[in-house]
């Protein structure tokens, strides 16, 4: 595939553009420390500083809440009618942890049971990725097989250079785009672009605080269950959820009806999280995980263990945000060494 550049001026018409002709989602200062994927006019509205969003841009392809259909009565007869979808988009700026989440997430919605909602965003939107700049003491990526430029899954990958950024075609659809809005781009006629970007893997490996070894985690929770372990981390968790909503890969969900009138109304779903206590709660009453001890175990074991059995993916990307915004600092990272600990004592 191709690369371009493309200077800081260029870029700026060029989002103008974009926000014009789609949808454009990219990362937006909402406060001091907070920055969001949301909608925005042009490049103004954009915030290119920042190092990764408070909540994952999956919410975008899976949003928190989501119309489904529209339904009425009359006359015995039920008329449905689908809730609109947003049509053509641009998903701008997505840091490579955000998109190795978007490409855990399409098995789960593509796969046996398919999932129109997300098919129809997933294929709408147009992935432009934006390699890290500086990794964060929570960051662990690498360890999880990615890594702060690694623009798989991206269609388009952008890293920031001296005198503007570097583009990368990594898909017919990007270079579609770019094709598209050739005026603003430059041909890569040096071969600047990759060593570029390469270089600036080779610095950033070197910030990283922390290295995650998950060897053997994965093949010792095949064999073990039940543990005494979750019991004693569980006694710190408060049930909040707050990993659940900020994770780039979580994906469950509630679906429920509204109907004010009793004749006409909206069905839609939500996101859930198998931390609450009523996740899992039947309508009879009975519930197959009564206590904390084993939401948290499943939690945990989506993320080193099911997601690779039923995808041949991890479930975590590394990106660590559960790990920042934990109110009692339960970090998967300490997890994955103290699960290691205690195989080596089984």
């Not at 700026?93 to 909602?117: E, S, T, W």
């Not at 269950?225 to 979580?250: D, H, K, S, V």
């Not at 993916?313 to 060494?337: E, H, M, W, Y």
Request: some cysteine; proline content about 5%.
């Amino acid at each position: 595939m191709e690369a371009y550049t493309i200077s800081r001026d260029n870029l700026r018409t060029w989002l103008d553009t974009l926000a014009r002709d789609y949808t454009l989602i990219a990362p937006v200062r909402e406060e001091e420390t907070v920055s969001l994927f949301k909608p925005v006019r042009g490049f103004a509205e954009i915030n290119l500083g920042y190092t990764n969003s408070t909540v994952s841009p999956k919410g975008w392809l899976f949003p928190q809440t989501e119309e489904m259909f529209f339904f009425s009565t009359s006359d015995g007869q039920i008329t449905l009618a689908d809730a609109q979808t947003p049509g053509p988009a641009v998903l701008f700026g997505l840091r490579p942890c955000d998109i190795k989440g978007i490409l855990a997430l399409d098995p789960v919605f593509n796969g046996a049971y398919q999932d129109c909602y997300y098919q129809k965003r997933r294929q709408d939107t147009i992935l432009v990725g934006l390699s890290c700049t500086r990794v964060e003491r929570h960051c662990f990526c690498t360890s999880m097989g990615g890594g702060p430029t690694d623009g798989e899954g991206a269609d388009l990958l952008l890293t920031e250079m001296d005198d503007g950024y570097g583009i990368e075609v990594l898909t017919p659809r990007g270079e579609e785009l770019v094709n598209r809005y050739q005026q603003y781009f430059d041909a890569d006629r040096e071969n600047r672009v990759i060593p570029a970007r390469e270089e600036l893997g080779k610095k950033l490996a070197r910030q990283f605080t922390r290295n995650v070894d998950t060897t053997g985690v994965k093949e010792f929770l095949d064999q073990h269950f039940e543990l005494p372990y979750w019991g004693e981390l569980a006694r710190r968790c408060l049930g909040c959820g707050i990993c659940t909503y900020i994770c780039p890969t979580c994906h469950c969900f509630d679906i429920f009806d509204q109907s004010p009138d009793g004749e006409s109304g909206v069905r839609s779903r939500c996101w859930d999280s198998c931390m609450f206590s009523h996740f899992t709660r039947m309508a009879g009453g009975h519930n197959p995980r009564p206590t904390q001890k084993e939401r948290v175990r499943n939690r945990f074991l989506h993320k080193l263990k099911y997601h690779r059995d039923r995808y041949n993916l991890d479930g975590c990307v590394g990106c660590g945000r559960c790990v920042t915004r934990c109110p009692v600092n339960i970090d998967i990272r300490q997890i994955i060494a103290d699960l290691q600990e205690v195989a080596r004592h089984d």
